[in-house]
């Protein structure tokens, strides 16, 4: 976990101090798609941009996506995952029917479903879709520990004694989910960076010329062979911000799994 919080706080402290220190993304220099060097370290993309400048910014604007869908994802899963596991009954048959509806539509249709009526997504509007798609899984691992929670001895005994709804829920439950509720908000970042570098691939993800690891792929891609650079360094900022989110995820599931609040 050590590694992945090093990677991830280096690729962070990159994506904001960076541009700030490098040539502007938008700047030119001719002749284009010049190999990397000591003025230029990860080269330059066929409009004569300097990749490293463009890597850095984008690993800004993919962390922030990242990041705020991912909370959006875990409040929305956590508080139907609550109250489905809570209440119990028709409550959670009729939730968790609806989310077994849900997980039967690919995640990437409901953007393409959106563009069918706007012409680009906007950035809020598309953190707000990959957060609004992302808490269904979420929401049943959420429901699983309440449902486990609420047979403990510990709450049976405050239910008896009178203790108010809120007071078990925001005593007992949502301690003692939290952990599996991080672990799973982390791991789902990395899912958000993929999928958003994905739909940045297809053109329908951050709008140019706002750098994206996605699009930079796709504007590579038809020298991949002879000039790599333009597309290998944005791949390569991919796999390793990915592994380093996967990396914490798991750290956090081994430290957090053995933990139980009373």
């Known amino acids: 976990m050590r590694w992945g919080i090093a990677i991830l706080a280096l690729v962070a402290a990159g994506g904001i101090l960076l541009p700030h ?65 809570y209440a119990g009954g028709a409550v959670d048959a009729m939730l968790m029917r609806c989310v077994d509806a849900a997980l039967a539509i690919p995640r990437l249709f409901v953007p393409l479903l959106i563009l069918a009526v706007l012409d680009r ?45 809120g007071r078990i829920i925001f005593r007992h439950l949502v301690p003692n989910c939290a952990g599996p509720l991080i672990v799973a908000a982390t791991l789902s970042v990395a899912d958000v960076l993929l999928l958003e570098a994905g739909l940045s691939f297809l053109g329908f993800g951050v709008r140019p010329p706002t ?8 504007d590579g891609r038809s020298s991949l062979v002879t000039v790599p650079w333009p597309s290998l360094f944005p791949g390569l900022a991919i796999v390793v911000t990915v592994l380093a989110v996967n990396l914490v995820g798991e750290g956090l599931r081994s430290s957090l799994s053995p933990v139980r609040r009373a």
């Open 21 to 85: 220190v490098l040539p502007d993304y938008r700047a030119q220099v001719f002749p284009a798609l010049l190999g990397p060097s000591l003025a230029h370290p990860f080269g330059t993309d066929w409009a004569g941009r300097d990749l490293l400048a463009r890597v850095a910014l984008g690993a800004r604007v993919s962390l922030t996506i990242g990041l705020l869908s991912a909370a959006i994802a875990a409040t929305l899963g956590a508080a139907v995952g609550l109250v489905a596991g």
């Open 121 to 165: 997504i906007p950035l809020p509007v598309l953190v707000l879709v990959l957060g609004a798609t992302g808490w269904f899984t979420t929401s049943r691992l959420v429901r699983g520990e309440v449902l486990r929670i609420k047979a403990e001895p510990y709450v049976q005994a405050s239910e008896a004694l009178g203790a108010r709804r």
């Open 211 to 218: 750098p994206s690891w996605g699009a930079m792929i796709y």
